[in-house]
């Protein structure tokens, strides 16, 4: 069973660039929701997405948005990038999002650095 | 104040030595308590979850709550090199699991 994919691996990119990550859950998965992981902050919820829908959201400026494709794929962009954003984005997927799933499944992420 | 705290490390042991790690949260409110392995260049995969107060055993891992104090602990028994990896604490603040606050880790190094 194929697990969680996040491509690309490694991004480089300059101030005031955009970005757009791309995430593809566990197949049957409905719910993905992206993390920022840097070594001051940890593991810091972004958004999450379920049916297409923003349904959670963390407290990230305007600059990071997100997508749900109907085939729960999702997509991640970041607009106007500054230094401060150059960290590990890790996305999770889950099987229907509800109160019953405990676990959600994380792929291995794309390090971005801004230069 | 961070809704949940951890020390970060590193903490360093000899193998086979009985490993404790600790969190502590800020909201009474939570119920749920997940402790996630992170190795190098990896996502964190979850190693055991308890709901409210008590202990959660899966065999050399047990996890502890302490609601009172708001303390949660992760120990490990006869620690392997294996075991050698980012420790993670979270908690879930919507009751579909899918937003977590984490702290912030902390590495365990296990010398052979």
């Known amino acids: 069973k194929a697990g969680v994919t996040q491509t690309p691996r490694y991004l480089i990119k300059t101030r005031g660039q955009q970005v757009t990550l791309s995430c593809s859950p566990i197949s049957g998965h409905r719910s993905v929701s992206w993390y920022q992981q840097t070594p001051g902050q940890g593991l810091q919820f972004l958004f999450e997405?379920?049916?297409?829908?923003?349904?959670n959201k963390g407290n990230f400026p305007g600059r990071f948005s997100g997508r749900q494709f109907s085939n729960s794929r999702s997509e991640m962009n970041v607009s106007t990038l500054e230094l401060g954003d150059s960290a590990l984005y890790l996305c999770?997927?889950?099987?229907?999002?509800?109160?019953?799933?405990?676990?959600?499944?994380f792929g291995q992420g794309t390090r971005l650095t801004v230069v | 104040q961070k809704e949940v705290e951890q020390d970060p490390g590193p903490l360093s042991v000899p193998e086979g030595a009985i490993v404790s790690l600790n969190c502590t949260y800020s909201n009474s409110a939570f119920q749920y308590f997940m402790w996630y392995r992170q190795y190098s260049r990896k996502g964190p995969e979850l190693l055991m979850y308890?709901?409210?107060?008590g202990n959660k055993e899966d065999g050399r891992f047990t996890a502890q709550v302490d609601k009172s104090s708001k303390y949660i602990s992760l120990f490990i028994r006869d620690s392997q090199p294996s075991d050698s990896a980012t420790y993670l604490c979270a908690i879930p603040t919507n009751t579909g699991f899918q937003k977590l606050v984490f702290g912030t880790g902390t590495r365990l190094l296990v010398s052979p």
């Open positions: 997405y379920f049916s297409e829908t923003q349904r």
């Open positions: 308890t709901y409210s107060s």
């Open positions: 999770a997927s889950s099987w229907t999002g509800g109160a019953g799933d405990t676990e959600a499944f």
